[in-house]
């Protein structure tokens, strides 16, 4: 739209504002924030990557050596990036996030709302999420996508061997990871885990009757299990 032309009219100090005077004023103001309206736009931009966090990356246009404009980042459900205030004409795009490359593209901003996608290439292979997997399944995740574990803990602290925990912390479940799921992990880059605790059982041994047996050979067949014979006291005794 056009700007419509405004006459600058100023009265003196005691001279009544009229009516008319008032509404021209209104009037001019509405023009004027209706032309802003209509010469500023806003561009949409939908991030396309799978599993990256949108609040993370940030998105901004610009147009030749203006300072780049930033985007709003995305409020769930929505999921656009949307950079407002653009006049019309030719500007860049540029999407990043860390341990992503940076994704770049034109667009021409006109009277016509605009709309983009990019997608972000990661530096390296994506971060599973491992959590409730047992170390056996997380370690073949992992060794899939090339990803070295640097260090293994059970969660009471101890350290485990990263290569061969031994077959007895296989089965049992991730509790922590490091990085979090989704995170780029480059070549030369190292994951750590925190897995639970094994459960130890002691065995058991069934304590055959002893009724009927002198001292001497209750504690023979206790001794002969493996066990220890405690204190002891005749029926006479206890009463």
Do not use: C
Not at 73 to 95: C, F, K, S
Not at 169 to 189: D, H, K, Y
Not at 200 to 225: H, K, N, W, Y
């Amino acid at each position: 739209m056009e700007l419509k032309e405004f006459v600058a009219t100023h009265v003196n100090a005691g001279q009544p504002l009229t009516a008319q005077a008032w509404n021209d004023i209104v009037d001019a103001v509405d023009d004027l924030h209706k032309f802003i309206a209509a010469s500023q736009h806003a561009v949409h931009v939908k991030i396309t990557t799978p599993g990256i966090a949108l609040g993370g990356v940030r998105v901004t246009a610009q147009r030749g050596t203006e300072p780049p404009f930033e985007a709003v980042r995305p409020v769930a459900p929505d999921d656009r990036h949307v950079i407002v205030g653009l006049e019309p004409g030719a500007y860049t795009v540029r999407a990043e996030a860390p341990g992503f490359a940076v994704a770049t593209a034109p667009i021409n901003v006109s009277d016509t709302p605009a709309a983009l996608e990019l997608a972000l290439t990661p530096n390296g292979a994506l971060m599973p999420s491992l959590f409730g997997k047992t170390l056996a399944d997380a370690r073949a995740a992992l060794g899939a996508l090339a990803i070295p574990i640097a260090r293994l803990l059970d969660f009471n602290g101890a350290e485990l061997p990263p290569i061969n925990p031994g077959s007895e912390f296989e089965a049992n479940v991730v509790l922590v990871q490091e990085p979090s799921a989704g995170t780029p992990v480059p070549p030369g880059r190292t994951v750590q885990l925190v897995i639970a605790v094994p459960a130890r059982v002691d065995s058991l041994i069934e304590v055959p009757s002893l009724a009927g047996m002198t001292f001497a050979e209750a504690q023979r067949a206790l001794e002969g299990l493996g066990l220890t014979l405690g204190s002891a006291m005749s029926l006479k005794s206890a009463f």
